[in-house]
């Protein structure tokens, strides 16, 4: 039987990886969904109008699952991590209860104007209305990640009996972290929009159905997501030299780098050996994790021996997810660049082998995301809170039968949630016509309940 640290954390784990498949998708179609309804308002084109009108279908969707497998997540804080919140409580109060004034009421206030008065207000109402859709999911993301970053470099805070009490807000709140994990967990959701878009409107264009909106919509997706993904490169960097000097023992778990030495070497294939502190079948490059940390080859990085073994990262898992997650990021890069080169030379279109490759490629930034997190998350272990509180000292004082039982339940639940919105999304892809919603030259659906049937 597992104890019950383990399964609190596995629980977690599996919540937040199944949530977080619709966060992304959120954060980035509501900035297209703002853009294509500018472009409405500015340009009065009905195919800005359709394809406002379709994505929002999708939006929905995704946004109504992702709310409902959010909300069950917090409940964990108080069932399995009782101490943690009495320990944090001061701390995270502010944060949460921000994204729940000013982000989240922003966010579906302007959701309901947006989708059931989009026909009774103009234009410029439909364009402010996405974009305070757009500015409230994003500033929800803001106050989550500066809640979650604080727990990996803690700032503006005083330790008194069992209980960490805040001294300074904006200490707190913009702590050594938080912008740069910010700037790459944005990033990555405006990718995965991107390949979500592209990936659909490959299929109509496979299909030859609603080319007009696909052509429009791949156009969008593929500019969207080569900008995003080159910045990603840029900001991957920077969060790498964040975490290298405010987190050594996770850098040097993600590196599998033992020794502290000088031109340490850039592992780029290993097999990890925790027990013997050192690595099987290495392949490295001497002087490049110098360098991209600190831009000198010679200067040194800390290794893994300078911990107590109780207070090193599991390597083996951080090891090769943050690989798969920078590789899939390098590909991206790629796939994007070529997509662009087709979309300047105006052959993306009917090209078949490439909207094929885009369609199937949809999974690749979900997995880069799920990895990016496991990094994130397991690479700040043993602490709950970096160098304040333990893992094992922030569980609640409860059986493993108890997180067992509610474990199976969350995923039964999570999985349903799960199959839900896949079978949603699929069958409104499938079943919508523009012509058929629309019908020739008519901005608005003529199938009466089509446009409230999510």
């Given at each position: 039987m597992m104890d019950v640290v383990l399964l609190s954390r596995l629980q977690f784990t599996l919540t937040a990886i199944v949530h977080y498949f619709f966060v992304p998708l959120t954060l980035g179609l509501a900035v297209l969904i703002a853009y294509m309804e500018y472009k409405y308002w500015r340009t009065n084109e009905k195919v800005y109008d359709r394809m406002a009108r379709f994505w929002t279908r999708l939006f929905l969707i995704n946004f109504a699952v992702g709310v409902a497998t959010g909300i069950t997540m917090e409940f964990q804080f108080g069932t399995n991590w009782a101490d943690y919140s009495r320990f944090v409580g001061d701390i995270f109060g502010a944060p949460l209860a921000a994204e729940a004034v000013f982000a989240f009421f922003l966010e579906s206030t302007f959701i309901g104007l947006l989708v059931f008065g989009r026909d009774k207000i103009s234009r410029g109402m439909r364009f402010f209305s996405a974009v305070m859709v757009a500015v409230g999911t994003n500033l929800s993301a803001f106050w989550i990640i500066a809640a979650n970053s604080w727990q990996q470099t803690p700032a503006g805070f005083v330790v008194e009996g069992n209980r960490a009490f805040l001294t300074s807000f904006s200490e707190a709140i913009f702590n050594p972290s938080t912008l740069i994990r910010l700037t790459h967990t944005l990033e990555g959701a405006y990718i995965t929009t991107a390949f979500f878009v592209i990936a659909v409107s490959s299929y109509y264009l496979l299909n030859k159905r609603n080319t007009e909106i696909a052509r429009k919509s791949l156009k969008i997706g593929v500019v969207f997501g080569l900008v995003f993904a080159l910045l990603q490169l840029v900001s991957g960097h920077s969060h790498a030299v964040q975490v290298a000097n405010t987190q050594p023992a996770k850098l040097a778990a993600y590196e599998a780098h033992w020794d502290t030495t000088e031109r340490a070497s850039m592992v780029l294939f290993a097999i990890p050996n925790a027990a013997e502190e050192k690595n099987n079948l290495e392949i490295a490059v001497p002087g490049l994790?110098?360098?991209?940390?600190?831009?000198?080859?010679?200067?040194?990085?800390?290794?893994?021996?300078?911990?107590?073994?109780?207070?090193?990262?599991?390597?083996?898992?951080?090891?090769?997810?943050?690989?798969?997650?920078?590789?899939?990021?390098?590909?991206?890069?790629?796939?994007?660049?070529?997509?662009?080169?087709?979309?300047?030379?105006?052959?993306?279109?009917?090209?078949?082998?490439?909207?094929?490759?885009?369609?199937?490629?949809?999974?690749?930034?979900?997995?880069?995301?799920?990895?990016?997190?496991?990094?994130?998350?397991?690479?700040?272990?043993?602490?709950?809170?970096?160098?304040?509180?333990?893992?094992?000292?922030a569980v609640s004082n409860i059986s493993a039968a108890e997180v067992m039982i509610t474990l199976v339940l969350f995923l039964s639940v999570y999985a349903f949630l799960g199959a839900l919105m896949v079978y949603l999304m699929v069958r409104e892809v499938r079943k919508f016509d523009e012509d058929v919603v629309f019908g020739p030259g008519i901005d608005r659906p003529v199938v009466p309940g089509r446009e409230v049937s999510v």
């Open positions: 994790l110098s360098f991209l940390v600190y831009n000198d080859a010679s200067k040194p990085v800390t290794g893994l021996k300078e911990f107590p073994r109780e207070e090193r990262p599991p390597v083996g898992i951080n090891f090769f997810s943050f690989r798969i997650m920078v590789g899939i990021g390098l590909l991206i890069i790629l796939v994007m660049a070529y997509s662009g080169y087709q979309l300047a030379r105006g052959t993306i279109y009917d090209n078949k082998s490439l909207l094929t490759g885009l369609l199937y490629m949809l999974p690749l930034p979900y997995i880069a995301n799920t990895t990016g997190w496991i990094v994130a998350e397991v690479g700040r272990q043993p602490w709950a809170v970096y160098g304040v509180l333990t893992t094992a000292d």
